[in-house]
């Protein structure tokens, strides 16, 4: 992680001062605020900002749904009516900002959730950090067979390959770094005049890291972990999923209880599934064959059912 | 309006607690936090929560345009560039919750509005207040002979006419609500069963007040008031607009202050419409005739331009 | 239905006139296109205008996911693929107008829905018709003693109670339309000014009638359907909700059938869910008590897997 | 502009195909349907599919704004009044798609509109093409010193400098498209495994191109060429903005036209702006230090009004 000492500074600057407010406070999520976490090689994310908390959920809900009493118990047992029946509505009531900083090809993926609201650093104004993600040796991995979509996790490249792989992901970014430096002409060479920066830019690579604030509501936050915090979510942005979800948990635990359960630890039986698991559980033999699923879908609904196909 | 005693002793207990919080506070918001501002009849605006400043808004734009210094006059200048130029995205970073309470026919137009939040209490679980909105004598306007969509402002109704249409209002609501609750059987006579609420609720006017929280981001927040806060609104949400407004006034000075200079208070030429301003001034005498607008646009330049046509 | 005579004419007019494309088209849906569904007593659904079909869902899917053969038995194992792993963005390739008419109180509801583009006919222009929606005799439920925010099904009230609240909701509706009228003074007794349409609006009862233009793209579209087309959406909205299923069954029935396979007819198994099956399935004896469920979701989850609690 | 021949072929063949449709058809965008409009040195946009024409929007805004005759000069009327006044719900009964293909960081930019629907190629599935964005000499421009987010247009770097600026663009983005099908190792060397699609696309330049369909409502696709084809917009995703505008006014030359002259052509006066204006035109000697607008303001409003400040 690469904050210069001006934001250390600034960081500890905001998290020296305290104001009393008449809003709802969460002091666990108080306690890291504004503190990077830090993820990859340069990268971090940190909440600099929220606004309520598992109570405005119940709050929320309860104009909608009426009244009732107001015992903790009885709010953990309607946030998880609601996460159950997928009343979503009373999750948009909070909000929360991030500071992030990621590769730019991750910045990629992750504006595609179109339901927050951004910031980014721009490369057309200001020079970007010389900082580039050479992943770990965990981290690669060779391509799957299985999945035309992933990589083959656990089994990374190893010996010559590795050290080739990691020597020209280094060499490339930083030529093509020095290269975008020399474009830019920052050092006022008399002898020139610089190339542009919104084109200078595009000599960089996709390992390049970028940064922005990120701001969104709770339901909205959860849907895109509920695809990023996924074991099919690439692993370079699964991190900094990862490292909301505990952001999460110390902002609404009682939400986030209840989104494990319901959401992440859950699985979607389609119509031809719940016919399957029915008649398994009537003592009926079923195999792929007689049921009328796909092979593919066969070995799904085994794999999520513990069974062997 | 029309709070219960329950409701103000909440209000009361929630003002009553202070707690410290590394965030962004807003003194002069909080000192109105979840006070009820009365509108119309039995409707009221709060505030319910908040998040952002000011400075949230010129730490975005920093973050995307490059770094400064920070002085305040520095800021005022950053906002009101934002303002003017239409960069939208850090105005997004600040976020607001009210409590709204609305007749139905004024919560119809607002929920036309779609990048907000909303829970509404709903009448399929609960049932609704006896509470109509039945306009002040100076509401009471006639349409609009060169509007056909507004009405005559300053022209009330009066006399027998007035002093009918209150009586129907007030009668019609009345009578409605009276059978929708003979509809419902709370009080459980025995001797029948009651209809659903989600089907007895039809029978209300639209004059019924209902309520819901709202939660917007400051830009978009700014767009609903530049429409219903306009002179074109119709009265009864301008209202709600007008002192929203007054509640962004306290929340955000400096974006209050460039909204009210470039957005409310300024006024959109056209290609044509710019073409006469210019000939205009160098001297040109153009008339309708030669201007090549049509009757209405030119009557509408003119004004704006506080030139008789 | 209410269709003016010179609607009908404008329909069968526009259904007369065939002009080449050269955009996919589908030939099950030009067929209905225009015609009016009837639902209600006064409403009905129509398909105005369409955009794509599944094959542009599995175009769409092949620029992300790469290249393959174009067989239709592929195309459908793609689409099925999508819908299984909730890849949406596909389905937001193709794009749907609807023109609705329904009561306002079902206009209320269907509005939450913020992803779709409206224009509504408004009351602040124009004399809304005079068509209240009057439920059958099978709609006349009473409210659920289970779910507090739903009717009892398959019970309608009878006899002198069902009398009189038809009478009432049909004399309150008339009465109110009647006195909205006489504010409006559309007559022109020139004895007096009439009140704002603005204004009179408020006067009506919530089972008059709206219309709109509703148009939206497939993936929002069927998550409206899985909302309302289910058995907890009150019957006014389901009844449109189902119209507009076989709509989407016209027009793209390999979208339709996955939809109805892994969407409609499946159901959600929590962590703890899951868990059951899998003990069951291992042939223990499970019950409430040992389950780590609630008794709610215990009764749920047996509910669903056609078991007695 | 690189099609493959399959690519040109498939082309030929949807543009060989004609059906009827019920639908409203627009034959001027017939014509150039499908054909890819060649952009930069590799890039294209086309249309390749689309929903509505002017007449819809005339329709989505009877129905709010109630009835009246349907000539064409009054549907031009109401189209450019409904522009006029930003009431902007009517133009989002219209939908066009395009099929794209820009460089990365073009694509960047452009993925900041939300409100579109995407499906991007995807670099974790496929392997991207060997193309590069390499700027022609008249795009080849230093930063602006006014301006700090742009560059200094119609000086493009000359001589040594732009040679060897075009070398290192070329070289760079062929050394890193080199190495990346190295590490891919899709010519099966095997004595090693390859690197992960998903990993190695991090390798590749931003000068790459990239494709992608993309779906938008014409209100929010004018939204976005307000802000593309403006000048301030940077050229390499103006020259986009530019040939969509093309595309539009073929498809709704009414709207395109209102457009053209109440957007594209017009200027927002402030409060402070509007007061100079109108003394102005009352023959007052203003002057920057009696304006009340800041310096910078004041030059702005000077060039607006074609005057020298």
């Keep these: 992680m690469s904050l210069t000492d001006a934001q250390k500074e600034e960081i500890a600057q905001l998290r020296g001062i305290e104001t009393p407010t008449r809003r709802a406070t969460v002091p666990a999520l108080e306690e890291i605020l504004y503190e990077p976490l830090p993820l990859l090689d340069h990268g971090f994310v940190r909440v600099v900002d929220y606004m309520g908390d598992d109570s405005a959920v119940v709050q929320a809900a309860r104009v909608s749904y009426g009244k009732g009493t107001k015992k903790v118990s009885e709010d953990r047992g309607l946030i998880r009516y609601l996460m159950r029946h997928r009343h979503t509505t009373p999750f948009e009531m909070c909000e929360i900002k991030y500071h992030v900083k990621m590769p730019i090809f991750v910045a990629r993926q992750w504006i595609r959730h179109r339901t927050a609201n951004v910031n980014e650093y721009s490369a057309r104004y200001s020079i970007l950090d010389k900082e580039f993600y050479i992943p770990g040796p965990d981290a690669l991995a060779p391509q799957s067979k299985q999945n035309h979509q992933g990589r083959a996790e656990g089994e990374p490249l190893t010996g010559e390959e590795a050290h080739k792989v990691l020597t020209l992901l280094r060499e490339d970014a930083e030529r093509c ?10 050092e006022q060479d ?78 979607h039986l389609s119509r031809g599934g719940l016919d399957i698991v029915r008649r398994l559980l009537a003592g009926e033999a079923v195999t792929q064959e007689n049921s009328a699923l796909s092979p593919r879908e066969w070995r799904e609904l085994m794999a999520s059912l513990g069974r062997e196909g």
Tied chains: 1, 2, 3, 4.
């Excluded at 339901?219 to 952001?247: C, K, P």
Aim: hydrophobic share 40%; glycine share 4%.
């Design 177 to 186: 770094y020095a290269n975008y430096e020399w474009m830019l002409n920052e």
């Design 190 to 267: 008399p002898s020139r005049r610089g190339l542009a920066r919104e084109l200078a830019r595009m000599n960089l690579t996709m390992n390049c890291y970028t940064q922005w604030y990120w701001k969104i509501d709770l339901h909205n936050l959860l849907h895109f972990l509920s695809l990023r915090a996924d074991g099919h979510a690439q692993y370079e942005i699964r991190v900094y999923a990862e490292a909301m979800l505990e952001t999460v948990k110390r902002w609404v635990p009682l939400t986030h209880e209840a989104f494990s359960d319901y959401r992440m630890g859950g699985v």
